[in-house]
């Protein structure tokens, strides 16, 4: 049995906890800001060396907030009260009810009919197979924000289904290279793409919407697409042609594929009634997602009437979503990271700490200064097992940097919010699906850093290029 705490990380996380605790705080900066950072932080530095569970370290952290008091000196019942307040924001029942919605998909089998029929259209060849999972997993984005299950339950298996039939398995090494090591890299960067694509793309999205509204800048999930529409759209492109060239797969024709992709697809029978409901929820949400600021529906309202058509039909049971573990538990720990790190921002110490980088890069241009802000959050992300953790720790701060020094704050806010999945190219542990996708075996830890490199080099080029010129157009700065 997998042990759930692992006692000398967990010693010293509470040692950094206490040491920072007891340091006086710097000039400008008060003392409950400064604890809430020593218990922010902590909690952060224990998720990275896992001392626990990510759902473990933030009821720590919430009791810690709550026991302390530094939110409410003095005032215990407050202290709780604002120690769970973002448990009824709506960006965390946003993530919760697209969980279960992404659960429909699975369950119907509808998720797997998209990927198949695609794989029948454009599976003749390793390239466009690897198209083909492609376009499912960027059709399935914009309502699955899980791109674990949308990576690691739905397009990987079929993946993995198509690499064995050409003779390309997992306990063979000999054999990784003929088709499962390329279809491996390529589903797990276009997954990311398609995360950076949709504020429902992924669960950190939402995080990245709250914390710039905190700031006063807006986003709405038409507004983040169409931002990402035109870089997303090249990178979709490109980055298969990128790895078909550093990292070719042996086989060059897989002619068969469309044969067993229409042979699954029989097997499967015709739409069931469960998956025209699906279907019918899916366009639902994605009309009201695109256009119900025009009606006052917001995107969490719009999420809400989804599930309910998915319960009123029978296409989920309430049992279905209490068993979504993985929704409930993403609710605890978002509830826990957004309540600390917004609340650093309430008590001044994201605004004192965007001063103290001014005073030291005051002197740059925007211009110099925006590549910079963006290229540390990147390449930081090696420090980091998990991409919400990371936007947790550093998307504020340096969003607060950028704009102090004259960034643009909407280009700033939505070029971080699409690093924050971008970044997950760099490493075999650097967003939720890959190790899903690395523990295929089909690419070892040396490849999978290099080329991730390549790649995610790639990407931000992209972004900070044709990006840069389409949200000119747009009038984003």
Known sequence: MKKEINLGSLLATVGFCAILWFIPPPKGVNEQAWHLLAIFLSTILGIIIKAASMGTMCMCAIATVALTQVLAPGDPAKSITLALKSFGDKVIWLIGISFFIARGFIKTGLGKR??????????KSPLGLAYGLGLADLTLAPAIPSNTARGGGIVYPIMKSMAISFGSTPDQPETHRKLGSFLTMNCYNINLIASSMFLTGTASNPMCQKFAADMGIKITWMSWMLAALVPGIVSFLVIPLVLYKIYPPELKSTGDAPKM?????KEMG??????????????????LWITGSLFGIDATTTAF???????????LTWEDVKAEKGAWDTIIWFSALVMMASSLNELGFISWFSEQIKSQIGSLSWMVAFPVIV??????????????????AMYAALLGVGISVGIPPLLLAFMLGFTGSLYGTLTHYGHGPAPVFFGSGYVDIKTWWIKGLILGLVLMVIYMSVGFAWWKLLGIY
Do not use: C, D, P
Request: hydrophobic letters at 70%.
């Open 375 to 392: 290229g540390v959050y990147f390449f930081s992300h090696y420090l980091f097992a998990s991409a919400t953790a990371h936007v947790a």
């Open 270 to 287: 015709k739409i069931s009634r469960n998956e025209w409901l699906m279907l019918l929820a899916f366009v639902i949400l994605l009309v």
């Open 305 to 315: 009437i989804g599930l309910v058509l998915l319960l009123l039909t029978s296409v």
């Open 114 to 123: 998209i990927a198949l029929m695609f794989i029948k259209i454009f599976g």
């Open 261 to 265: 992709a229409v042979a699954q697809l």
